[in-house]
């Protein structure tokens, strides 16, 4: 069966990788594990043996007929996982998930998944520079909106890289893998939607200064009673920086209603 480009799939082939995976995540009985995009089943497989109680979502029918197949006691859902209820299946109780995501999709599905309450950690293989823009340090090239993002959420650790050739077809770039753990941030966004709206025009013109970048969410004066330069550029503050900035246009939203 060939491999399809529109739902980014490369396939690992790679024995070592995919048992360093498992045993770097160490599912166990007890644990509730969502597998997004099995494909052909390489992490499926070893997932089912750790004797984990294990759905897998995947949208391409050709694979889901393979898998009932190859691993007929495995729950499949055929579903996009960028639609799929991951709510109603937390409302059971925590879950943990784990994927090698279809780089087509990671972004949206992670900034979907941060917003999900009761996952209990998170395995992916992403775009090695995926990875490096998660957990960029402010200050560096690398660190961006999905920095911020990601640092509010949860506690991201870089584990270890993946070459092309671990995978059927190949790349053209490296991959990672990294673990997230849900937490909560301290201080809290009072309304999440208002920092990733701000976290959007911050970034979305890296070169502006501040003032130029935030200049209709927040004032030069607001900004400096936050402690905040308006003269610097979007990437050197914080998230606790960003959480200050977002509550600042809240607190003023909700005394002008
Ligand atoms: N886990 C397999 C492996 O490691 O060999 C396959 C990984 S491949 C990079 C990504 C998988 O996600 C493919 O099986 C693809 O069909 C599936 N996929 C792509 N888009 C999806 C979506 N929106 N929802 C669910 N699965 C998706």
Known sequence: MRARKRFGQNF????????????TMKPT???????????RGALTALLLESGCHLEAIEIDRDLIALLHESLPELN?????????????ALSQGPVR????????????????????????????MLQKEVVERMTAEPGT??????????????EATPL??????????????TSAIVRLRPRRHDPAAQDTNVLASLLIDAFSQRRKTLRN?????LSEQELASLGIDP????ETLSVTDYVNCANLVTERKSEAQ
């Open 12 to 23: 690992l082939t790679d024995r070592a990788v995919i048992t360093r995976i498992v045993a």
């Open 29 to 39: 009985p007890t644990d509730r594990v969502i597998e997004i995009g099995p494909g």
């Open 76 to 88: 499949v859902i055929e579903a996009d996982a960028l639609k799929f209820d991951f709510g109603m």
């Open 97 to 124: 998930i784990v994927g090698n995501l279809p780089y087509n999709i990671s972004t949206p599905l992670l900034f979907r998944l941060f917003a999900e309450q009761g996952i209990t950690d998170m395995h992916f």
């Open 141 to 154: 090239r690398a660190y961006g909106r999905l920095s911020v993002m990601t640092r509010y959420y949860c």
């Open 160 to 173: 270890f890289s993946v070459p092309p050739t671990a995978f059927t077809p190949r790349p053209k770039v």
């Open 213 to 217: 970048a935030l200049g209709k969410h």
């Open 231 to 234: 003269g610097v550029r979007p």
